[in-house]
């Protein structure tokens, strides 16, 4: 069983920062990709950024320039370094990770962006 534990959430005004972190524990041997997707009201679950195992990296064209990924290999942590924040970032991110073949999901952290 894998675990997923998000942090760093919450409330931000427009053009403001924010980082989220994610911690994986319990059957972890191999670690592919590391990322993150983000759900706002009524819309679908999307990819925000993932990277891989190494350090590859890839963001949605929203985000590019304003988001980086990063991760802490001997921690499990993977990283988002969210600046530029604009009203239309205002979702859950839920941190995911992909381990032999199998998605885990975390249960999310809300960010909300005010304008």
């Known amino acids: 069983q894998v675990q997923l534990v998000e942090s760093g959430g919450g409330l931000v005004q427009a053009g403001g920062s924010l980082k989220l972190s994610c911690t994986a524990s319990?059957?972890?041997?191999?670690?592919?990709?590391m990322g993150w997707y983000r759900q706002a009201p009524g819309k679908q679950r999307d990819l925000v950024a993932h990277?891989?195992?190494?350090?590859?990296?890839d963001y949605a064209d929203s985000v590019k320039g304003r988001f980086f990924i990063s991760k802490d290999d001997a921690k499990n942590t993977v990283y988002l370094q969210m600046n530029s924040l604009k009203p239309e970032d205002t979702a859950v991110y839920y941190c995911?990770?992909?381990?032999?073949?199998?998605?885990?999901w975390g249960h999310g952290t809300q960010v909300t962006v005010s304008s």
């Open positions: 990277i891989t195992s190494d350090r590859s990296t």
């Open positions: 995911t990770v992909l381990i032999a073949g199998t998605n885990y």
């Open positions: 319990g059957y972890i041997f191999s670690i592919y990709t």
